[in-house]
């Protein structure tokens, strides 16, 4: 009654003297009783009747599997969101698959020589492990898996990971509202289920060979940048390298000092640009930090983030450069092709086949230091005639030429369609590879329609064109803990992007696009190796307005199913845990 109230927590547990608890047993069981007979106020209960769950509001009923795919850059990060900032521990189990026999991702597999990053390294670090030590701007990939390696010891962040495990197929079981997955472990296959699944092997991780007629009868050396053989030694041979993307624009200057004779075939320009974040180097191509500097990082945490803070800030303050017909995107590209020109020696002819007419950042922007000084040497050719097949001493070219070669380095990139290359099915037996046989369409490049509990890193449309993926990785991992836990607290069996959202994020997004260069004149992976075709894999827009996007989910845009045919039962008792803490200030609310 009104004035009554206990002027002192009571000194026992107070779960135990509620009566709408029930303390032991399994939390999924843990229901009411079912009223004999099954009426209420002289009338039938309602259909939407369910028991009294006897726990206090948001008490999970069950802890969530959940199944992350691969042991990079963005499973790491995940791990560590789960483990040390949002502490999901209680509420799931955690298991990553990982193919290979160590984790490390793409700076594990790409060791081909010369190997770095575009992106400046203090911005392609952890953002809860900035690293004073960097031993350069630019680092490379083996400076890197060391970094990523001792981040991962540090924080104990493969604590879930299995390595040399293959995920080869899963479907989504409707009924239970769970992945099945079929995973393989050597001669073995191991069959598994989780709640949610989640991939996180990148946007480029299945390389391809090149659609070139007669690749295999060739009788030389030949190899793909991906699968580097660091056993082949390249000195004193007549080497090809097929294509001119980041991949081959770091490799041609560490071969062409070795070799006897380059080819670089080329199919289309591209720009070669200053480095991301250049600037804050004087425009130099590369800087060694001085054990100085390095000090400095160490002995002022403050210093090196405002250090940090001021390569970000460039970065993305640049993305005026990315809009078509704006005044940064036409001082960059007339800089970028001034650039070109000076460093091929103002050859005429070199010009005029390897810088484009098109926007500069329509490709991914490459810095590329050496790769158009090689053009100036004696022993480096560029063959811009198309292929039309590889024949067992070289390759012929459709004008008739066949160029003699006793290696070939197929640095001709990677799978962008984002179709798995194993069987992935959602609802009603739709594979991924078939919904995205014409165009992969996600939504926020997160999620996809018509395949409930699934998440993905770097999915299409992902910010992988501008600003830092670090960060675009971060913010990702957030937003699928969000998702986590309200689908463990709020008793949900799946949830699923509705159809109608997906399509007009996309149609939406693709007219965000018409304004921005990637879907300009040239041909690109981010338009899955086309020219006149929708962008797939860049996000339409700037990395900051993709962070205010997932900020937050969205409920709305998704189709949510529960566990119960009342979607409340996540009430409990219809008090809160924090009721039942005696030392608990239970007028938070009161501000003054």
Known sequence: ?????????????????????????????????????????????????????????????????????????????????????????????????????????????????????????????????????????????????????????????????????????????????????QVRYGDRVINDECDVLITATGFLSHWRWPSIPGLHDFKGHLCHSAVWDADFDYAGKKIAVIGNGSSAIQIVPQLVEKAKHLTNFVRNSTYITPGLGSAIIGGKSQHIYTEEEKRTFRDSPEALKEYRKKIQAGSNRAFDMFVKNSKAQKIGRQATQDMMKSRLNNDKDLAARLIPDWEVGCRRATPGPGYLESYTRDNVSLVS???????????????????????????????????????????????????????????????????????????????????????????????????????????????????????????????IMQTLVWSGGCRSWYKNHRVDGKVTAVWAGSVIAYREMIEAIRPEDFEVVYRSKNRFRFMGNGRTKMEYDPQADLAFYLKQ
């Open 1 to 181: 009654m009104a004035g009554i109230y206990y002027s002192e927590p009571p000194a026992d547990d107070l779960l135990a003297q509620d009566p709408t608890i029930q303390l032991n047993g399994i939390p999924d069981e843990a229901d009411g009783p079912i009223p004999e007979p099954c009426t209420r106020y002289d009338q039938p209960l309602p259909k939407e009747w369910i028991p009294l769950y006897r726990k206090p509001m948001r008490t999970p009923r069950r802890r969530l599997r959940v199944v992350t795919i691969g042991a990079g850059i963005s499973a790491m990060g995940l791990a560590y969101k789960i483990h040390h900032e949002r502490n999901l521990e209680d509420i799931m189990d955690h298991t990553i698959y990982e193919a290979n026999a160590e984790i490390g991702g793409t700076w594990l597999v790409n060791t081909y020589p010369g190997v770095t990053c575009d992106v400046p390294a203090h911005i392609y670090s952890f953002p809860f492990e900035p690293n004073p030590d960097w031993s350069a701007y630019y680092a490379s990939g083996g400076e890197i898996l060391e970094y990523f390696k001792r981040t991962v010891a540090k924080y104990k962040l493969a604590r879930d990971v299995k390595c040399s495990h293959r995920v080869e197929r899963a479907e989504f079981d409707e009924v239970n509202g769970k992945w099945k997955l």
């Open 385 to 511: 005639e198309s292929i039309e097949r590889i024949e067992p001493t070289g390759i012929r070219t459709v004008d008739g030429v066949l160029h003699e070669i006793d290696a070939i380095v197929c640095a001709t990139g990677f799978d962008v369609s984002h179709r798995p290359p194993w069987p992935l099915i959602g609802l009603n037996g739709l594979s991924l590879s078939d919904a995205w046989k014409d165009e992969p369409t996600s939504y926020l490049s997160l999620a996809a329609a018509q395949f409930p509990n699934f998440f993905m890193f770097s999915g299409p449309n992902a910010p992988v064109g501008h600003g830092s993926l670090m960060a675009g990785l971060g913010w990702s991992a957030d937003w699928m803990c969000q998702w986590i836990r309200k689908m463990a607290l709020e008793d949900i069996k799946y949830v699923v992007p509705k159809d109608d959202a997906v399509a007009e994020f996309n149609a939406y997004a693709d007219e």
